[in-house]
């Protein structure tokens, strides 16, 4: 379970704070899977750097099952990060010097031995049909091919939560639809929390629910300056 309370965010712009997020309450299940709309420069970003404890919100609570993420020191949230978020992003973030594979198998668990960890990536490159490209460089692949290798780097932890933001924002329609279909069947089949960040509602239909930034944030329905 998520749980936000009163959760406040402002940047500080030409020597004013500015407020950008004010989450009054909000909750979501262990194994939700939510779409997560809203107009650019409405604070869907911010609410996922907030989530993923990269940034620390002004004031308010934010409870990842039983962490108090907003009183945990920065090293503690890095700690928590590497163990119980995945992220994926838009621009996928790959090592262009490394094969798929090697990109996967960096972020591995170091208990695991190297046969382990071959073996467990091998499985996760044959689901999300990767196989015959794991060998290769993220430029010697597609697009939409390099981010289902992202998204295995995000996934193989099996994080708590997984955070997507815009993670196929630089897909043709075609790919971004059957990348996010993989997305939610691995996450419903693996149990994990799910939030993504999209533009296209029609993507965002095919979650089992969708949040609209305006219906979560009070500043956005300008109830709060
Ligand atoms: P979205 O992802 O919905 O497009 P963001 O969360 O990225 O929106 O940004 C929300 C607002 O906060 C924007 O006006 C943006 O300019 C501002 N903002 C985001 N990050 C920072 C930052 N690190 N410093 C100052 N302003 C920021
Ligand atoms: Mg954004």
Redesign the pocket.
């Known amino acids: 379970m998520i749980t936000l309370k009163e959760v406040r965010k402002s ?3 030409n020597g004013e704070h ?1 407020p ?1 997020l004010h989450i009054e309450q909000w909750q979501v299940k262990r194994g939700e899977r939510i779409a997560f709309l ?10 996922l ?1 907030l989530l993923s404890g990269v940034m620390q919100p002004d004031s308010g609570e934010i409870w990842i099952e039983d962490q108090p993420i907003h009183r945990l020191s920065e090293s503690q949230r890095d700690q928590y990060r590497a163990k119980s978020v995945g992220y994926i992003f838009q621009e996928f973030h790959l090592i262009s010097s490394l094969t798929l594979k090697q990109n996967v198998e960096l972020i591995m668990q170091p208990s695991m031995s190297n046969k382990e960890a071959a073996e467990v990536s091998a499985q996760w490159f044959e689901r999300v049909g990767l196989t015959t490209q794991q060998h290769r460089l993220p430029s010697q692949v597609s697009r939409g091919q390099q981010q289902r290798a992202a998204m295995i780097r995000a996934l193989i932890g099996k994080p708590s939560l997984v955070l997507a ?1 815009e993670p196929t924002g630089s897909l043709d329609y075609e790919t971004a639809a059957s990348m996010m279909s993989l997305l939610l069947q691995i996450c419903e089949e693996e149990g994990l929390t799910l939030l993504t ?1 999209t533009h296209d509602v029609h993507l965002a239909a095919s979650y089992p629910r969708q949040v609209h ?1 305006e219906d979560l944030n009070a500043i956005r329905r300008g109830v709060t300056a």
Do not use: A, E, R
């Open positions: 940047f500080k712009q500015i950008i809203g107009p650019s420069g409405s604070g869907k970003s911010t609410l750097h933001d960040v930034i």
